[in-house]
């Protein structure tokens, strides 16, 4: 279970008066940085991942160039015996020849300094086989460490959301069968109301089950302080005609998502400074709004929750 403060953004209850333009404004300005800083969280993901799968290349690579680098040392010393035998067995035949000719002499003396450069030779190349070998073997265990942090770091990551799922499905199963979906995708976890369970038409004040249900994940998310939420409202693609405080499907789903805020807000173990509502209109559908049923699905509030990712965004941008 993660840490004890969610950041959330503070907004004042939204019963029955309308949000003020200004405030509105606010929102929407707060909304658009928190979401792009979420996209930046979402990319900044795949592109953790992708580091990983490509430093995983780079070992494997390394290891081969490990395995064709003991040959090489292998061959090399096999080469060093040969030539130490070669010369030890003309060392042998120049001392026998001492006595009989001058010119052999000078020949094996010759054929002698041949074999020992030959000697010097291999033996600074075996030498230098050793050195790269004692880098390669270095960075791959730098490579492996590092391959391995990240590897715990998701799966850390991936376990932490999973628990959070797990404990927002328990905490709100009295309310599944009413609209009330927990799915967790792409490291994070979606908590989907259709409004049924949280709107009369066309009103963003919250019923009394709805407040039961929001109630209940906020005690989930106070002991989670590591979760960015965003809460994102939804409608389908009937336009707002009623007129009076709200203007348009804009307003009435930012009006709903900051309702939800103003819930979460009564908990006093949340922090409200890392999270976002956002009114999304009837852009972002989840079904066809051709059908009644489409339409019932797509008039939603959507909560999004999203870990940090900070500790691996320092192993991939270590040296």
């Known amino acids: ?54 430093l995983q290349i780079q070992l494997e690579d390394l290891q081969k160039q490990y395995e064709t680098s003991k040959e090489n040392r292998h061959r090399l010393q096999q ?31 010759k054929r002698n300094r041949e074999l020992l450069a030959q000697l010097e030779a291999k033996e600074q190349a075996l030498s230098a086989e050793n050195d790269r070998l004692l880098r390669l073997e270095a960075d791959m265990q730098e490579r492996s460490q590092r391959i391995a ?5 998701i799966a850390a990551k991936d376990q932490a959301m999973t628990d959070l799922k797990d404990a927002i499905s328990n905490a709100l199963t009295a309310f599944e069968g009413k609209g009330l979906t927990v799915e967790q995708r792409d490291g994070k ?62 307003d009435l789903s930012t009006k709903r998502a900051t309702a939800i805020i103003a819930i979460l807000s009564e908990n006093k173990t949340i922090n409200l400074e890392n999270i976002t509502a956002a009114g999304r209109s009837e852009y972002a559908p989840i079904d066809s709004n051709d059908t009644s049923e489409g339409k019932a699905k797509n008039r939603r509030i959507e909560i999004i929750l999203t870990p940090k990712l900070d500790e691996i965004s320092r192993l991939l941008n270590a040296n």
């Open 189 to 250: 976890v979606y908590v989907s109301m259709e409004n049924k369970l949280l709107f009369k038409s066309g009103s963003w004040a919250v019923g009394s089950e709805g407040r039961q249900a929001i109630g209940q994940l906020g005690n989930v998310l106070g002991e989670n302080p590591d979760i960015a939420v965003l809460i994102e409202g939804h409608t389908d693609n009937v336009p707002f005609s009623n007129g009076g405080q709200i203007a348009n499907n804009w």
């Open 1 to 54: 279970m993660l840490k004890n403060i969610i950041v959330l953004i503070g907004i004042t209850l939204i019963s029955s008066s309308c949000v003020s333009s200004k405030l509105y404004k606010e929102l929407e300005g707060k909304y658009n940085k928190l979401k792009s800083d979420y996209d930046e969280l979402s990319l900044s993901n795949d592109y953790q991942i992708g580091q990983k799968n490509e």
């Open 79 to 109: 080469d060093v015996l040969a030539l130490q035998k070669k010369y030890n067995n003309l060392n042998e035949a120049y001392t026998a020849l001492e006595q009989n000719s001058s010119k052999s002499i000078e020949e094996n003396a």
């Open 149 to 153: 942090e990240l590897e715990a770091l």
